[in-house]
């Protein structure tokens, strides 16, 4: 996730992988997606660090559900849900961690600089 944050618009997050680490997962993903491994607190009690997403950057941006985004001018990736701002304003948007302890974070280019990398589609997490 640390990683992810140094990508710039219609990067390949694989540029970033170590080239090591793999996740095994027994289910059905779409080509191209990938996991990506939580780092912090800022999900919790939802989604715990550690624990993988898989994101899908082929899949519909849909307002309440979770998306990796990179904030560019911070050189960092933030898993949160996404809310558009208004309709047809693309790149005006919020990302909400789900643990209210982080604060919402407004991207539209003067506040926050950013993109959407990929929306998550399935949790993976030991129990």
Not at 13 to 21: E, F, H, I, K, Y
Not at 37 to 64: H, K, M, Q, Y
Request: hydrophobic share 40%; glycine share 8%; aromatic share 8%.
């Amino acid at each position: 996730m640390s990683k992810l944050g140094a990508l710039k618009t219609a990067t390949d997050p694989l540029a970033v992988w170590d080239g090591v680490s793999q996740v095994s997962v027994q289910t059905d993903i779409p080509d191209g997606s990938y996991g990506v491994r939580l780092t912090d607190e800022s999900g919790e009690p939802v989604f715990r660090a550690g624990e993988i997403v898989i994101c899908n950057p082929a899949a519909e941006i849909v307002p309440g559900r979770y998306v990796v985004a990179v904030l560019t001018d911070e050189d960092r990736a933030v898993f949160a849900r996404y809310r558009p701002a208004a309709h047809r304003q693309p790149r005006h948007f919020f990302l909400k961690p789900p643990n209210d302890a982080f604060p919402e974070i407004e991207v539209n280019g003067k506040t926050h600089k950013g993109f959407i990398l990929a929306r998550a589609i399935k949790h993976i997490r030991d129990i």
